[in-house]
């Protein structure tokens, strides 16, 4: 779909970019960029070579910092919950992603349509892409992964659902995959961790940071990302209004991979080898944390 088609599709059901994640003309996105709506009231990376790109989908992987390979099968008996941010069709279904849920600090919209760059890929199929690549990383390195969505082409589900499948799973980490829609000027990744809040996250706040550093670290070591040079402080956000952090019972983050209406943001997002990149930098950092 075309920018020009899709910001129409958004305005057929409602919704406009801003509203779904973005930023219009310039202005300051809302905190729906980051993967939930608003309260109510309110350079290209290089293509690896063909070894390397075996080397990332064998079990033996490199170690975040020192670039050794690890043993096989060293995350084997961990859990690990992968959310890519919403769906391909939520912009179809206004009715059901706008209805309202409790995430305890507020009522929030159940899901957003998210972003998407300049020439028109969606957040939610860059999402979707990268979620596939790190699930397929983790399990061959001997994690049991489950994802909150099978697919790209349906609707949601609800941020209190995506909360859910990892609380019931058990897991021992889980992420949120996102891409951001700030301000063209600002470019970088950063990682959002919850906050206390008096309910259910508060006990896993503490696992929830160290295991947002650690993603941060491989991510700007393996991806070569820069940190965010719009929100955060070196690529480090707290906040209190995400329902899929605030009711989440394990250890769990958001990461923004990027800015999709930064121009150079944009084109990183379009190769398929920076993605693989970003997944292993994203595998390699839980992996620090999980051992």
Same mark, same amino acid.
């Given at each position: 779909?075309? @920018?020009?088609? +899709? *910001?129409?599709?958004?305005?057929? $059901?409602g919704?406009?970019v801003?509203a $779904?994640?973005?930023?219009?003309n310039?202005?300051?996105?809302?905190?729906a960029?980051?993967?939930? !709506?608003?309260s109510?009231?309110?350079?290209p990376v290089?293509?690896?070579?063909?070894?390397?790109?075996?080397?990332?989908?064998a079990? =033996?992987?490199?170690?975040?910092s020192a670039?050794?390979?690890? %043993?096989?099968? %060293?995350?084997?008996?961990?859990?690990?919950v992968i959310?890519?941010?919403?769906?391909?069709?939520n912009?179809?279904?206004?009715?059901?992603?706008?209805?309202?849920?409790d995430?305890?600090?507020q009522?929030?919209? $159940?899901?957003?349509?998210?972003?998407?760059?300049?020439?028109?890929? @969606?957040?939610?199929?860059f999402?979707?892409?990268?979620?596939?690549?790190?699930?397929?990383?983790? &399990?061959?390195r001997?994690a049991?992964?489950k994802?909150?969505?099978?697919d790209? @082409?349906?609707?949601?589900?609800? /941020?209190?659902?995506r =909360?859910? /499948?990892?609380?019931?799973? &058990?897991?021992?980490? =889980?992420?949120?995959?996102?891409?951001?829609?700030a !301000?063209a000027?600002g470019?970088? +990744?950063?990682v959002?961790? %919850?906050?206390?809040?008096?309910?259910?996250?508060?006990?896993?706040?503490?696992?929830s940071?160290?295991l947002?550093?650690?993603?941060?670290?491989?991510?700007?070591? *393996?991806?070569?990302?820069p940190? @965010?040079t719009y /929100?955060?402080n &070196?690529?480090?956000?707290f906040?209190?209004?995400?329902g899929?952090?605030n009711?989440?019972t394990?250890?769990? *983050? +958001?990461?923004?991979?990027?800015n999709?209406?930064?121009?150079?943001d944009?084109?990183k997002?379009?190769? %398929?080898?920076f993605?693989?990149?970003?997944a292993?930098?994203?595998?390699?950092g839980?992996?620090?944390?999980?051992?």
């Open positions: 779909m075309t @920018s020009k088609a +899709f *910001v129409a599709a958004l305005a057929l $059901c919704l406009s801003a $779904c994640g973005g930023a219009v310039g202005t300051t996105a809302d905190p960029r980051h993967g939930e !709506p608003a109510p009231a309110a350079s290089a293509s690896p070579a063909a070894s390397q790109a075996t080397r990332v989908a079990t =033996a992987t490199p170690a975040p670039g050794r390979s690890v %043993p096989a099968g %060293p995350l084997r008996g961990k859990v690990v959310d890519p941010g919403h769906n391909g069709l912009y179809r279904y206004p009715s059901k992603i706008n209805k309202l849920v995430v305890l600090t009522r929030k919209a $159940c899901d957003t349509t998210g972003t998407a760059t300049d020439s028109g890929y @969606s957040e939610a199929a999402t979707w892409d990268v979620s596939q690549r790190l699930a397929k990383i983790l &399990k061959a001997g049991t992964v994802l909150t969505r099978t790209n @082409s349906g609707v949601g589900p609800c /941020i209190t659902q =909360a859910a /499948i990892g609380n019931k799973a &058990k897991a021992d980490a =889980a992420i949120s995959i996102h891409a951001d829609g !301000p000027a470019h970088g +990744f950063h959002i961790m %919850p906050k206390k809040i008096g309910g259910p996250v508060d006990p896993v706040v503490g696992q940071r160290e947002g550093i650690d993603v941060r670290n491989s991510v700007r070591s *393996v991806a070569g990302l940190y @965010s /929100i955060g &070196k690529a480090l956000d906040r209190d209004d995400l899929g952090l009711l989440s394990v250890p769990k *983050v +958001f990461i923004e991979s990027g999709m209406r930064n121009p150079g944009a084109a997002f379009r190769s %398929p080898a993605r693989q990149k970003l292993l930098g994203i595998a390699d839980m992996q620090t944390y999980l051992k």
